[in-house]
């Protein structure tokens, strides 16, 4: 495995990381820039969005059209997406043409042309993909769960409220970029074949007097009801379920996410084998692990027909409380067999790693190697899950439900 | 890289491209069965069978299949689609022959009745789901009208009814006529010692007994419709669209793939500049999609119900255009970059490779490597690409809308 990852700070606050891959023939990489969703001013919700539809469309010398057929030319997948502390633009191309495409970012990110002619388009855009969400009651009852159980800004959705949207100006998205768009706080993750003298100099160009910002704090509100049922007209009920958990900086954080990995991942985890293969409850059953700076929490989530909805809700919560009860080591040793293999794979995708060491930068202020999260999951012992189970067990949860009908959620759980 | 095939004495087929420098090694059995070669009786079998053959075999119960793939710490799993359904796994290299073993066992299941019944549920929440999710359907109801009676016609799924009634006899029948060595390739990619391989798969599948599997290949006659269907609770309206095209064994799939890629790729394409940066529709998108046989170009849209007729109507206008005025060299250049750099980006997993090798094996007993790829993507002229359009225009179509809205005004 991969022991080097290069690092370079720039004076302006923007954090260089780079894993090479020499085996590969591509590179990836991943910006990630402090204009997350956490940052949409409460009437704008959606804004960080907007802005990243927007910049997008013309940078530098270029038109939108230009822009998009220069990126085609040079072969780059891209994509953009939200989280709640950052915009991420991220993209993946043969080697040779990692420096055209660095520069056309460069462009996107410090000389977007925000053209006016082209809000109505870009908020078209965002509607279109709110109206999506109403169609996918898998998608919006996870969406719902989040926007309960963190407070507010942490449990937005990044897509916004239909009104601000409908609201939001070219000087809300001007100011929001000026604010937003900053070196401070900027992580630019590069991983797979390059050379890091060449990558390291030709960033400081591109980015090096890039002028940095002030940065400001969100304010935080309150977590929203303990159990909601939205009525949709569906087949399904859709199950979600959130409690508490170590964030990813804490020291519990591998202990915590080893419980999480008995109960969920692979087919021989315990939400999978009572819920969908000894029942047949439902289709699709899952508990994963999100992760802020400072709290994290599990998400758990069903889909069953409306009829055996209840029992698939009792089935996850009595998984809950027995995962307190801890795990056998048998468990533990499938999951450490799943997760070694998952981390010799990473090293097959450049894009995996050019993600995972900017989010590691940030929650972190460092990066793991994958040597380094090996080791880690490699000491977890069943004494040591087992007694942080014991001190944290599952409780405190959010539910949320959507569908033809309300569900019982006994009392002590919510 | 190396390409090695072995034909079993009962003729399992066995494929790799061993690399050295890989990390992990992926391994799939494909077998050449699926939607269309089942009939009314037995509809969504193929479906229900690849759950079902999870479910244990006379030496392993449900729970040792599972548990055994987790001990390797596999990424596993399965899909059926009309033509095929394939149970495949990414391991590390020291797991070859375990997982190889377990594969091949798992490909002689019990099919034991109460597993079957369990089973069925499951299945009957997966087509619920289905029927609660975009497009609602839309797309069997749409590949259904396009070939009528022709078995690429029928639901991969299958109906509720159909799953319901469904003995465990039938499936258990449909296994014995469909599994048949002759009628399976086991490929590999990634780390792969071949010598080892091929011993592996002869200990554990030298012993499955072959009978003739055969599968009808009438030549279909695609009709033209246009449907709207009423779903009151959708917020958008969708649309899927399907025309003919080059079928699996034609070279002319090459260009097929680079026309879509030019008219409907979901970034930078006409189809993109029409509907997509404009903010008029959700997605839309243009797929060549190919089958033993026959071959389909596929348009997918979603919108706000309000622009759905206009924007059918600009989809329709973009199309004429193509068809009348042709695509530019410029614009074929794009797409070639675009798709070699998919080529390389999906090569580099082993699991990537593997279904490209195991899918050119299924459809047309050829090998072919990265290079192989990229030289054919880059030596399409425009005049290829142009003569495509000619023999399949996309301008008559099959057409399907789902949504909110009653009515729907056909494109001109």
Redesign the interface.
Known sequence: MSESIYKHAFPNGLVLLAEPMS????VAFTFSVPAGSVDDPASRSGLASFTCEMVM?GAGERD??HL??D????????GESVSDAHTRFSG???AANLPGALALYADILRRPHLPAEQL??????L???L??V?????QKVMIELRRRHFPDPWGRPSHGEMEAVQQTSLDDVRGYFTRRYRPNGAILGVAGRFDWEALKDLVGQLLGDWQPQPADEPVEGSPGKKYEHLP?????TQIAIAYPSAPYRHPDYYRAWGGVGVLSG????RL??EV?????????VYASYHTLLDRGAVFCYA???AQRAQETLDVMLGELARLAKGVEPHEL??LK??????L??Q?????ARSSSIGRDWYYLGCVRTLEEINRRVDELTCQGINQYLEEHPPADFTVVTLGPSELEVPVGVS | MEFRSQTLENGLEIVAECNDEAYSTALGFFVKTGARDETDEIAGVSHFLEHMVFKGTPSRTADDVNREFDEMGAHYNAFTNEENTVFYAAVLPEYLDASVELLADILRPSLREDDFNTEKQVVLEEILMNEDQPPFGADDKCRALHYGSHPLGRSVLGTEASITALPVEAMRDYFQRRYSPGNIVLAGAGRIDFDQFVAAARLSCGGWQPIAAGRLRPTPEPHEAFQVIRKESATQQYAVQLTGGPNAEDTDRYPAKLLATVLGDDTGSRLYWELIDSGLAEQVSLYHHEYEGAGLFLTYMSCDPDEAAENLQRIADVYRQAQECGITSDELAQAKSKVASRVVLSGERPRGRLFALGGDWVQRRQYRSIRDDLEAVSAITLQQALSVLQRYPLTRSTTVTIGPLEEVRAPE
């Open positions: 085996w590969l023939e591509s469309r939108n059209h998009m057929q990126l085609d030319s040079l072969g780059v997948e891209r993946a191309t043969v109505e388009a870009a908020r078209q855009v509607i279109q993909e109206r999506a109403e169609d996918e009651p898998s949709f007209d569906s087949n399904q692979g087919m021989s985890s999978f084998t969908r293969e000894k029942r047949g409850l439902c289709y699709s889909g069953t027909t040793a499938r067999a799943r997760i070694k293999s998952a010799i794979m090293q097959e995708s450049s894009s």
